[in-house]
């Protein structure tokens, strides 16, 4: 871990930012993932929503999937299910996972992939290991992030992205010391590729033993920080991070020039993070819109998760292919 990486001394760097003229975001509050089982039984660590981080606008729920290692037939995923009015980002860090909407979207991502599906006004899908991992076992770690969308895009056609691997911009620390993989959003003039309809950063660094990175970061956006694996501080207080653990980042100490994070990876890493520290950090505008949810509908009023139910039950939500419909597809059940 990871799979998509690369020698930091190759990487363009990101700009140094100055010490007394930015304004560093303070750790706001921490709060441990807790662990659920979803789809056909497989667990993940959810740092929210839960009871004690409801929402992180624009975030709806953050899943993170392993890191797992399958014995031969043990690896699961979901079956078809629906979704409406938010979006879906799955990435895989290692192993692979196959996903098919009724859109026609879909394929199989891997080793640093990501899949981004906007339901947006309605959508089903269905998300697997492949049957390799299935027969044979392996490595499983990935992380699902569900986005929210504004009212005035909650009725968009659905639309899928598939972002390969080599498609993730790639940057490393202003020293060269580490890799940071940008899959959506800007960290100054260096963009990733995702498409978005409501503007974030999302953001996969390695920082390396001992090193500090800085990330520019755009003022209008909150921003959180997520472990993978590993140990570090976050801020200039150096509040301790370890795996499975999220910081919500406030706003400065003071209004500088320019926004940013500051995050510095523990000497010694545990066996896990033994490349470095390895964390997610995200951040968006957020919508600041009533939220009226429901397992897979994320909408804003209670009529319109009404809605939602009555139009999938009455298949306006796409047609599962026939040699596809499983046993059982339900929106009662289904979450991811």
Known sequence: MPAVTANPLTLPRLPRLPESTTGWRRV????????????????????????????????LLLDHMGAVEYA????????????RGFETVTYMIDGAFQHQDTTGGGGVITDGGTQWMTAASG?????????????KGGLFHGVQLWVNLPRSKKWLEPRYQDIGPRDVALVTAEDGSSVVRIIAGALGEHQGPGMTHTPINYVHATVAPGARLALPWPREFNAMVYVLSGDGVVGREEIGLGEGQFAMLGGSHFQGEQDGILLRAADAQPVAGKNGWEVLVLGG????????????????????????????????????????????????????
Request: proline letters at 12%; aromatic letters at 8%; zero cysteines.
């Open 123 to 135: 959508i089903q899908h269905i998300e697997q290991p492949t049957p390799e991992l299935v027969a």
């Open 28 to 59: 706001a509050k921490v709060v441990t993932a807790e662990r659920h089982v979803e789809g056909e039984g497989f667990q993940v660590r959810r740092p929210f929503p839960t009871a004690s981080l409801a929402l992180a606008d624009p975030f």
């Open 285 to 336: 505008l957020p919508i600041r819109e009533p939220v009226a949810r429901y397992g897979p509908f994320v909408m804003n009023t209670r009529e319109e998760i009404i809605q939602a139910f009555e139009d999938f039950q009455a298949g306006r939500m796409g047609t599962v292919p026939a040699q596809q419909v499983p046993h059982r597809t339900s929106a009662d059940t289904a979450v991811n």
């Open 72 to 83: 031969p037939g043990e690896a699961m995923g979901t079956p078809w299910h629906p979704h």
